[in-house]
Nanobody
């Protein structure tokens, strides 16, 4: 069964850290470009970060640069999003997305809440 499953979300205080995981099953995630998106209540889904399949080059939205880091562990078929210095504005459901040619997969999302 082809699936993407996110985990690692939760409630954290401002300034805290979380690490999100995106685990793939049924396909080799290292062949895919992988992105993290987020959607806050009442807002559109927005791109946060992505990592290429060819050379693992990374890109970040301006609002997370210097705070978030995306990485892969191919042995675990997993992509991570390390989130540091979290702000209340980072509160959202975070989704993992994998893309290769005509294949696109989304995870179900994991909730991140930043609040004191």
């Amino acid at each position: 069964q082809v699936r993407l499953v996110e985990s690692g979300g939760g409630l954290v205080q401002p300034g805290g850290s979380l690490r999100l995981s995106c685990v793939a099953s049924g396909f080799p995630l290292d062949h895919y470009a992988v992105g993290w998106f987020r959607q806050a209540p009442g807002k559109e889904r927005e791109g946060v970060s992505c990592i290429s399949s060819r050379d693992n080059s990374t890109t970040y939205a301006d609002f997370v640069k210097g705070r978030f880091t995306i990485s892969r562990d191919n042995a675990k078929n997993t992509v991570y999003l390390q989130m540091n210095s979290l702000k209340p504005g980072d509160t959202a459901v975070y989704y993992c997305y994998a893309h290769l040619a005509q294949y696109d997969y989304w995870g179900q999302g994991t909730q991140v809440t930043v609040s004191s």
